[in-house]
């Protein structure tokens, strides 16, 4: 396959709190350390791009310090943004508030990247490759205006384009209307235990991801992120499977979701099937936890040697980084 990953979503800036534990409603806690760094569709981008795949950010940056922080860290990961900057606002922020096992919780208050026009998304179609993979969030499809010009940029992408949604926590709150025709088009969707349940239905995770892909096109297949426990996989064709996880001390969780689509992702655009990239995938975002910081996903020469001894190594990189 050999393609791009393009991320066609927001990146914004991550002000990271980490909290002993989240207060009472009314209540205050005090943070224990604070950094502002690039984040959301980021840490995919970043995931990708540390694995050897080219990246690509076709998202909007506005003007101001937090969009300034967003194409420096971009630039220092050596991903493309495809898009010009935005000269009627910043970029937004998220406030992300780690607690003592690691667990994060958010509050996002978006920027320009909220007001995507037509002209935006097709300048983005007329830039895409046959063999790329378009990455699609959630947060981009609850938008009211870039919902539905999202919806339909995907819908209308060709058959050689590879369609990863990563439905995101708002899932509930996406209009059916909208959501539909990403499904339809979907070749992979990607969500953890929670936004599974809330698509599906369904508490237990194999049931959720089997329930998922009846919802998908003929072809498409399912990944449900389980954390520790490492994923279920429903891959075209074939019934559910457990691929565990990798047991590790976790100190900072926020990013781990966005190391795993993009590990995996990564890992499928070289060429491996997807039982080898959801297990490269589950050690991917195993590595993330364990560093502090949302984009923590691993370079090659770090997953090879969180692998050692396990065979997985030798076998996802044989491929040569492009």
């Known amino acids: 396959m050999n393609g791009r990953l393009v991320l066609a979503g927001n990146v914004i800036a991550d002000l990271v709190i980490e909290i002993p534990a989240l207060p009472e409603r009314g209540g205050d806690v005090i943070g224990t350390r604070t950094e502002t760094t690039a984040g959301g569709g980021f840490n995919t981008l970043v995931a990708a791009r540390r694995l050897g795949t080219e990246a690509v950010f076709a998202?909007?940056?506005?003007?101001?310090?937090?969009?300034?922080?967003?194409r420096e860290a971009l630039a220092a990961e050596r991903v493309e943004t495809l898009l010009p900057v935005r000269t009627d606002g910043d970029t937004g922020f998220t406030v992300a508030l780690i607690d003592g096992g690691g667990e994060r919780t958010f509050v996002t208050s978006f920027g320009v990247e909220a007001t995507l026009t037509r002209s935006d998304v097709d300048t983005v179609a007329a830039r895409l490759?046959?063999?790329?993979?378009?990455?699609?969030?959630?947060?981009?499809?609850?938008?009211?205006?870039?919902g539905p010009l999202l919806s339909g940029f995907t819908a209308g992408l060709p058959a050689d384009i590879t369609v990863c949604f990563d439905?995101?926590?708002l899932v509930a709150d996406i209009p059916e209307a909208?959501?539909?025709?990403?499904?339809?088009?979907?070749?992979?969707?990607?969500?953890?235990?929670?936004?599974?349940?809330?698509?599906?239905?369904?508490?237990?995770?194999?049931?959720?991801?089997?329930?998922?892909r009846e919802r998908l096109a003929p072809g498409a297949g399912v990944l449900v992120r389980a954390d520790k426990d490492g994923c279920w996989l429903a891959a075209p064709g074939q019934a559910p499977t457990h691929v565990p996880g990798f047991p590790v001390d976790a100190v900072d969780?926020?990013?781990?979701?966005?190391?795993?689509?993009?590990?995996?992702?990564?890992?499928?655009?070289?060429?491996h099937d997807p039982l080898t990239a959801a297990r490269g995938a589950n050690a991917a975002a195993a590595y993330a936890v364990t560093r502090h910081g949302p984009a923590t996903a691993p370079d090659r020469t770090?997953?090879?040697?969180?692998?050692?001894?396990?065979?997985?190594?030798n076998s996802l990189f044989k491929t040569k980084p492009h």
């Open 178 to 212: 909208v959501l539909a025709p990403v499904l339809a088009r979907a070749d992979w969707l990607s969500a953890n235990a929670r936004e599974a349940r809330l698509l599906s239905g369904h508490e237990d995770p194999r049931a959720a991801a089997a329930a998922l």
């Open 302 to 313: 770090a997953l090879t040697n969180f692998l050692t001894p396990d065979p997985l190594a």
């Open 253 to 271: 969780s926020n990013g781990a979701g966005d190391a795993h689509v993009g590990s995996f992702l990564a890992l499928l655009s070289q060429g």
């Open 129 to 146: 490759r046959p063999g790329d993979l378009v990455q699609l969030s959630g947060y981009g499809l609850v938008l009211p205006g870039n």
């Open 59 to 70: 998202g909007l940056h506005g003007t101001g310090p937090y969009g300034d922080l967003v």
């Open 167 to 169: 439905p995101a926590p």
